[in-house]
């Protein structure tokens, strides 16, 4: 066995729709996969009607707010009940709070002189989740830097011409808190900047911890393990693919937990869903 457990469509902000990510992860041998798109259950849905032999894990990821407006901390959610009312009201003000950051940054971006239109934006987005992300490849393809990457860091990351705080985040308590309500596991995602926060995040209630992802090095990897080690915590791990959004190589498949990892994810998993149903 082998999994993929962070991948996005783009009903969030990746540019390859759901039955190209599946068919993906079957070229690539993979048997456990998660879409995992930000504040958006849509894709859960179709994937359930596509045929497949991959086991595909319902997922999503949340955004939360930091210790201040800048820092963002993203939870994973996984077996989650894509038609539970308390998890999608609680996800639907998040998804307002990221059309209301959008029109500003774009409203900022025209001021400054920028030939950008929220239509444009909107286009790129395909009608899904919208986010900064979406605003870059409009940049780019208008021809205002030389990357995705490089329109995202000069001009949409905190002190740049269009950076715009987010509002409307829940804390990461919050969403720990949901996600074991509508009876699924929650994660700390890529924790290469957050792993300080670990402590309080399991008082709440955190159940695991990702670990595999392009931004975690071999030294954060093996720190991240002994710290799942100590707080007996879930491992995860997965590619965080965009698809080629980012001007890169399609990354499913690429960093991905082996059979041992996927085996004691679905069992430990099993063991912590019927105990917080008791």
């Given amino acids: 066995m082998s999994a993929d457990l962070h991948i996005h469509t783009n009903y969030s902000d990746s540019d390859i729709n759901v039955s190209r990510v599946i068919e993906y992860a079957e070229k690539v041998g ?7 798109d930000h504040d958006i259950l849509d894709s859960i849905f179709e ?9 595909i894990i319902p997922g999503v990821e949340i955004g939360c707010c930091g210790k201040n407006k800048i820092e963002e901390i993203h939870i994973l959610g996984y077996f989650i009940d894509p038609e539970h009312q308390e998890l999608k009201k609680f996800l ?3 998804r307002e709070g990221r059309e209301w950051r959008i029109e500003k940054i774009v409203k900022k971006l025209k001021e400054k002189g920028m030939d950008i239109n929220l239509s444009d934006v909107r286009k790129i987005s395909g009608g899904g989740a919208i986010g900064r992300l979406h605003v870059a490849k409009t940049m ?3 021809g205002m830097g030389d990357s995705v990457l490089s329109c995202f860091s000069n001009y949409l990351t905190h002190g740049k011409p269009g950076w715009v705080e987010r509002e409307s985040l829940p804390g990461p308590d919050e969403a720990i ?10 994660v700390l995602a890529h924790p290469y900047d957050t792993i300080g926060l670990l402590p309080g995040l399991v008082k709440v209630g955190l159940v695991g911890i990702e670990a595999i992802h392009p931004k975690i090095d071999k030294s954060l990897y093996k720190y991240i393990i002994r710290k799942a ?19 890169e190589d399609i990354l499913i498949g690429k960093y991905i937990m082996d059979d041992e990892m996927v085996d004691t994810f679905i069992k430990n998993s099993s063991l912590r869903l019927i105990a917080s149903s008791l």
Avoid: Q
Avoid at 49 to 55: A, C, W
Avoid at 177 to 186: A, K, L, P, Y
Avoid at 229 to 247: A, C, F, Q
């Fill in 47 to 55: 994937a359930e009607k596509i045929d497949t032999h991959i086991e």
């Fill in 92 to 94: 639907s003000p998040i």
């Fill in 177 to 186: 808190e949901v996600i074991r309500r509508v009876g699924g596991v929650s």
């Fill in 140 to 142: 780019f393809e208008k």
């Fill in 229 to 247: 080690r100590d707080y007996n915590l879930i491992v995860t791990g997965g590619s965080d693919s965009h698809g080629t959004m980012k001007g």
């Fill in 30 to 36: 993979l048997s456990h996969i998660s879409i995992t």
